[in-house]
């Protein structure tokens, strides 16, 4: 079975402009959670979508946010990058809500804000 | 949120069994603890869970106390490859903290 996948895997940006990356969850899984990891703040969790909907959203500003689609498929985006969002942004999927089943993780996309 | 408490770093020689302790003194009665590993650069690694037994599996044993407020992970025979940090996660933690730095030594 093949494991969870992010796209791309590295990202270099220019503060201001906005960024998708993209997740495709283990077949079968219908959670997906983003975090954001930096050797500061540590792994944080950004938010969780099941079903195409948001279930569970954590401390970011709303130039955060994301979509599920139909294939349990999620893209999350970030408006008007600033330097501070340089960081490694992880997805996990897991078969049912977070926190209630294990989550496996993809390799996660570095991006680089300059 | 639920917090843990984990030690900083731990180092353990190749081949002893290696005792991660995490402090969990505010988990609520049906909130399951997770236990992730994440080795450089990579994405974290699933390892084990449970709720009140203790719980074991093909990669470690999971010693939870009978009030629940901490709980062990137990790598039997610990290799090189398991040096990685190590998180205790409660259910639905929304910031996962430092984690344990697990350093292996031949």
């Known amino acids: 079975k093949a494991g969870v996948t992010q796209t791309p895997r590295y990202l270099i940006k220019t503060r201001g402009q906005q960024v998708t990356l993209s997740c495709s969850p283990i077949s079968g899984h219908r959670s997906v959670s983003w975090y954001q990891q930096t050797p500061g703040q540590g792994l944080q969790f950004l938010f969780e979508y099941f079903s195409e909907t948001q279930r569970n959203k954590g401390n970011f500003p709303g130039r955060f946010s994301g979509r599920q689609f139909s294939n349990s498929r999620s893209e999350m985006n970030v408006s008007t990058l600033e330097l501070g969002d340089s960081a490694l942004y992880l997805c996990?999927?897991?078969?049912?809500?977070?926190?209630?089943?294990?989550?496996?993780f993809g390799p996660g996309t570095r991006l680089t804000v300059t | 949120d639920a917090k843990t408490t984990q030690p900083t770093s731990m180092d353990c020689a190749e081949g002893r069994a290696a005792n991660l302790p995490c402090n969990h003194s505010t988990i609520s009665g049906n909130e399951y603890v997770y236990w992730y590993r994440q080795i450089h650069s990579q994405g974290p690694q699933y390892i084990i869970h449970?709720?009140?037994?203790?719980e074991t599996n093909e990669m470690a044993s999971l010693i939870i106390t009978e009030d629940r407020k901490s709980s062990t992970l137990i790598l039997p025979h610990a290799t090189l490859r398991d040096t990685a940090v190590y998180y205790c996660i409660p259910f639905y933690q929304l910031i996962w903290g430092a984690g344990t730095k697990l350093i292996i030594k031949p």
């Open positions: 449970g709720l009140k037994n203790n």
């Open positions: 996990a999927s897991s078969i049912g809500r977070g926190g209630l089943y294990e989550q496996y």
